[in-house]
């Protein structure tokens, strides 16, 4: 069973940048897709980016040219940049390891809370 754990959220001015890391147990870290999405208070879940296993990024057009997904094989770890942070990217932020060999399983954290605030 892979455990996949969040960390670095907290409270930010406007302005700030903060680093979330995910960490997922396991082997065969290398050949996950990984993704952050965030949920804010009354909303929908939604992805704001991805990497795949080769190295490829994606990201929503809400956080596109101040997020940086990246990730760090031998750790284990995804990283996700966070720069010029507004109020409305306060929200849970979670991490998603999905399989890319069968039985193609999905693997999520519990959420890290960040508050974009003055």
């Known amino acids: 069973q892979v455990q996949v754990v969040e960390s670095g959220g907290g409270l930010v001015q406007p302005g700030g940048s903060l680093r979330l890391s995910c960490v997922a147990s396991?082997?065969?870290?290398?050949?996950?897709?990984m993704a952050w999405y965030r949920q804010a208070p009354g909303k929908q879940r939604e992805l704001i980016a991805r990497?795949?296993?080769?190295?490829?990024?994606n990201y929503a057009d809400s956080v596109k040219g101040r997020f940086t997904i990246s990730r760090d094989n031998a750790k284990n770890t995804v990283y996700l940049q966070m720069n010029n942070l507004k109020p409305e990217d306060t929200a849970v932020y979670s991490c998603n390891a999905a399989q890319t060999r069968w039985p193609l399983e999905n693997y999520w954290g519990k959420g890290t809370l960040v508050t974009v605030s003055s």
């Open positions: 990497i795949t296993s080769v190295g490829s990024t």
């Open positions: 396991g082997s065969g870290f290398s050949s996950y897709n």
